[in-house]
Structure formats: C-alpha cells, structure tokens
Antibody
Framework: QVQLVQSGAEVKKPGASVWISCKAS????????IHWVRQAPGQRLEWMGW????????ESSQKFQDRVTITSDTSADTAYMELNSLRSEDTAVYYCAREAPNYAFFDYWGQGSLVTVSS | QTTVTQEPAFSVSLGETVTLTCGLNSGSVSINNYPSWYQQAPGQAPRTLIY???TRSSGVPDRFSGSTLGNRAALTITGAQANDESDYYCALYMGSSIWVFGGGTKLTVL
C-alpha cells in the first residue's frame, strides 16, 4: 500500500535551516508529484510547493519562494524540503502529500513532522 | 492575493445534514479549480474525502458528497455521525502549478 513516512521532529533556532524527508513506498516514486503543506498550531493548512519527481521541476508559493528548496532522490524514493532563515512563525507541522495522477488533488499524506523554532 | 473562503465553524445535530462551502474572494469556483476536500481530526494528518468537485476518494462513506452550489464548491454530509466532528478543508488548483487551501471549517456534531 502507498505510504509516505516523514522524518522526525526538529527543534531549531531562529535563522537556522531545517531539512525534512519524505520516504515513499508502495508505488513507483517517479510517477507522482510530491507536495509540501504546513500547519501552524491551531491554524489552517498552507500549501508550500511541489516537485515533479520525474523531471525535478519545482514550484512554490510566493510566500516561501525565497526560503524553500524542494528536491527528490529517485534512487532513495525520497523527497526533501528545506526551509531556511527560520523564524518563530515557522513553528508548524509539515506534511508531504502525493499528488494523484489526475484532477490536481492530494491522495496520500505523510504523518507530519513537527518543527519548533525557538531561541 | 487569492483567498479561498470557508465558513469558520458549523454545527450539525446528530443524523442531520450539513453543507460546507468553499469560495474565492474574487470570482467563482469552477471545474478548472478541481475542488478537493479533506477531513482532519485533531492531531492527525488530513484525510482525502472528495476530489474533482464530486468524486469520493476510495473508502469514503457515501454520506459525504461534493457538488457546486452557485459560485462555490460544496461538501455535504448526510446523516452526520459523531465521528464526523473534525476540521474540513477545501483546496483549489489556481493554475500555473499553484494550489491554495481554504481557512477550514470546524464542524461540531451536537
């Protein structure tokens, strides 16, 4: 069955960077895009960006364009999201999600990775 | 700045029907936005309910249905159950490889 397993919780200081991984299994990794979505405590889901795993092409929300890097490693069936210049407002649970082949929606989700930014 | 709007909160009595909606601050939601709906219980990852406006995701009970209501996308829960008490989010594809989530609706089942 399709699974997305994310890396564990992180605590970072303001100004630092964080890497989160998302390991896929149960399907051919290169066939589906991977998206990143975050949720600050008590707040809404917020779409951050995505990667076409097959081509490596990425797009991101204007809000994060200068600070986010999304990559993938098809040999490891893993996608990565790096967010730099962290600030307290980046404290959130970060989810990866698989984009279904059609209809522009997210059909499988990772379990989430909590990132806490605190001095 | 595109904003996707949802009712912040809604309540429904056990066994009754409720319709949640999802709109755009400018313009109408269309099929080209590929509206999708997600249910999120506290502390859990989102669960996909509906995609492409009205197609139920695998394993989703048929009491959940999607539609268009005027210029908005809609999620209807028919015969609400206690475990339907969750947050519900819509997502819209805005074109140019950009997606936006709505603010979410907190549903209380009375």
């Amino acid at each position: 069955q399709v699974q997305l397993v994310q890396s564990g919780a992180e605590v970072k200081k303001p100004g630092a960077s964080v890497w989160i991984s998302c390991k896929a299994s149960g399907y051919t990794f290169a066939k589906n895009a991977i998206h990143w979505v975050r949720q600050a405590p008590g707040q809404r889901l917020e779409w951050m960006g995505w990667i076409n795993v097959n081509s490596g092409h990425t797009e991101s929300s204007q809000k994060f364009q200068d600070r986010v890097t999304i990559t993938s490693d098809t040999s490891a069936d893993t996608a990565y999201m790096e967010l730099n210049s962290l600030r307290s407002e980046d404290t959130a649970v970060y989810y990866c999600a698989r984009e279904a082949p059609n209809y522009a929606f997210f059909d499988y989700w990772g379990q989430g990775s909590l990132v806490t930014v605190s001095s | 700045q595109t904003t996707v709007t949802q009712e912040p909160a809604f309540s429904v009595s056990l066994g009754e029907t409720v319709t949640l909606t999802c709109g755009l601050n400018s313009g109408s939601v269309s099929i080209n936005n590929y509206p999708s709906w997600y249910q999120q219980a506290p502390g859990q990852a989102p669960r996909t309910l509906i995609y492409n406006t009205n197609t139920r995701s695998s394993g989703v009970p048929d009491r959940f249905s999607g539609s268009t209501l005027g210029n908005r996308a809609a999620l209807t829960i028919t015969g609400a159950q206690a475990n339907d008490e969750s947050d519900y989010y819509c997502a819209l594809y805005m074109g140019s490889s950009i997606w936006v989530f709505g603010g979410g609706t907190k549903l209380t089942v009375l």
